[in-house]
């Protein structure tokens, strides 16, 4: 049986971010990469336009450089509406601004493998709990729990919130999280990839997964 569409004020807009420095890729656009003859933020949409239950209704990109190379993939490429690289809150800035529908999705440029099911478990959690968003949660190499906090699904209602934490100099996802209803989706089942939010960081972390997919 199809799943219903969701109501219209389920609609998403999911974003990728892509605005950062890439200090520890050498300071080149990580979204931009190339793995596996795609650039990571072609693979960020492609898995977007996947989702288990239907893709969001709306696909942008926030970046901060090669605005021309990213609008060539043909989604808005929004910038963060505060200067200074300040980190995914601006990018989350960035989507609430220019968005159009009630809930943002967003995820990181360099996770390329994160679950297929992500918007659908995240939406779950945020009707059922009544929250004002929605983050991910996954075991690190140790099998302690993290949150995924750039892995975050949130109300259109929170930019004035998002605005004024950035205005005070604040950048931190999680600072600005716990001041608001926030459920927080465990991706432990057996049945989850161990590696889904496991992210690209360096050369090195890019060169080993193009190897392991060689393998």
Not at 28 to 57: I, S
Not at 94 to 120: K, N
Not at 153 to 176: I, T, Y
Not at 200 to 205: A, G, H, K
């Amino acid at each position: 049986m199809t799943a219903p569409a969701p109501s219209l004020a389920e609609a998403v807009t999911a974003l990728v971010l892509a605005g950062g420095r890439g200090s520890r890729m050498g300071g080149v656009d990580k979204g931009l990469v190339r793995v596996q003859g795609a650039p990571l933020v072609q693979h960020a949409l492609q898995r977007l336009r996947a989702q288990a239950g239907g893709a969001p209704q709306e696909l942008a990109i926030n970046a901060n450089r090669h605005l021309a190379d990213y609008a060539a993939f043909g989604v808005p490429v929004w910038p963060d509406p505060v200067p200074g690289f300040v980190g995914p809150l601006a990018g989350f800035a960035a989507g609430l601004q220019h968005g159009r529908t009630p809930l943002l999705l967003t995820v990181p440029c360099d996770v390329p493998r994160f679950p297929l099911d992500l918007l659908q478990r995240l939406r779950h959690a945020l009707l059922h709990e009544q929250a004002d968003l929605a983050l991910a949660a996954a075991p690190d190499e140790g099998g302690v729990m993290r949150w995924q906090p750039v892995f975050c699904l949130l109300r259109a209602g929170l930019r004035q919130s998002l605005l004024d934490h950035l205005g005070m100099g604040e950048c931190k996802v999680q600072a600005w999280a716990r001041q608001h209803r926030c459920a927080v989706v465990a991706f432990d089942a057996s049945t989850d990839d161990p590696l889904a939010f496991r992210n690209l960081n360096t050369p090195e972390q890019v060169r080993a997964l193009e190897a392991e997919r060689a393998d």
